[in-house]
């Protein structure tokens, strides 16, 4: 296995150069920010403890929040956000609305599950190496979004991937881009204010392969808000209160983000 994960690294070298949008390296200022809330329409996401709440639902909430709060207190950046009612959003898509906007950054929000309900807490994903069996679980099951989508084994933008392979999630964990160190830095100041203010636990940052920050040309993240699949954590997410902080925590890390970015 570890011979053809070989290969196929050198495939995905070339087609990352093949098939890239541009990118701008120089440019240092954060004028564009595309908010993506995960799932949506046919495509539920999780479902939580109980079975009554969707994570879609969850994901849009905090999305408008988060976007809401970069409009009103950073004046000169624009929001765009991949969806702003319940409608499904193929993957590609969602990377391509980023890409055409030019956008300088990418956030995409989501809520989390495991088949044991002890679980809980915050952790922010970025595209990368270090993929643990958790992370892989989680990156297939985000992944999973693609098989609702009629023509994904067609689509060339997915280059045939498999979701249900585990061999081809590492592989898509192999894609870098020159951005990794920023979104590895603003993944790490979500979680530093997540444990600063005592959000919910810290989970930390952590690498895998998600079709939704896959060709993405600008720093990338993936926020697991909590688990909805944890009685107490559901309750949390489905709040105002609970929603509120979640959104301000990763419009705090934003303004912190542009503010060392530009300077």
């Known amino acids: 296995m570890l011979k053809r994960i070989a290969l196929s690294a050198s495939l995905v070298i070339c087609m990352v150069l093949g098939t890239s949008h541009p990118l701008n390296l120089t440019k240092l200022s954060l004028n564009t920010i595309v908010i993506d809330a995960g799932h949506g329409g046919h495509d539920s996401g999780c479902i939580s403890h109980g079975k009554d709440i969707y994570e879609k639902d969850i994901c849009l909430t905090i999305a408008k929040k988060l976007g809401r709060k970069i409009q009103d207190s950073m004046p000169g950046v624009n929001v765009i ?150 009685p107490d954590e559901k309750q949390y997410l489905i709040s105002d209160t609970g929603q509120n902080k979640i959104a301000h925590s990763i419009y705090e890390s934003v303004v912190q983000y542009k503010d060392r970015t530009e300077k």
């Open 81 to 230: 956000y991949t969806r702003t009612r319940d409608v499904f959003v193929p993957l590609w898509k969602r990377a391509h609305i980023a890409n055409s906007n030019k956008a300088d950054l990418f956030i995409s929000v989501h809520c989390n599950a495991h088949k044991e309900t002890k679980f809980h807490g915050i952790e922010t994903y970025v595209m990368g190496l270090n993929m643990s069996q958790g992370n892989l679980e989680v990156s297939k099951r985000e992944n999973q979004s693609i098989v609702l989508e009629q023509d994904y084994k067609e689509n060339k933008a997915y280059n045939g991937f498999d979701p249900d392979s585990d061999e081809a999630h590492i592989i898509l964990s192999l894609y870098q881009n020159a951005f990794r160190n920023q979104s590895l830095e603003l993944a790490s100041t979500v979680q530093a204010n997540v444990e600063q203010q005592k959000i919910r636990k810290n989970l930390g940052v952590k690498e895998a392969g998600f079709v939704v920050l896959w060709k993405t040309a600008m720093p990338s993240i993936l926020v697991e808000t909590g688990f909805l699949t944890n």
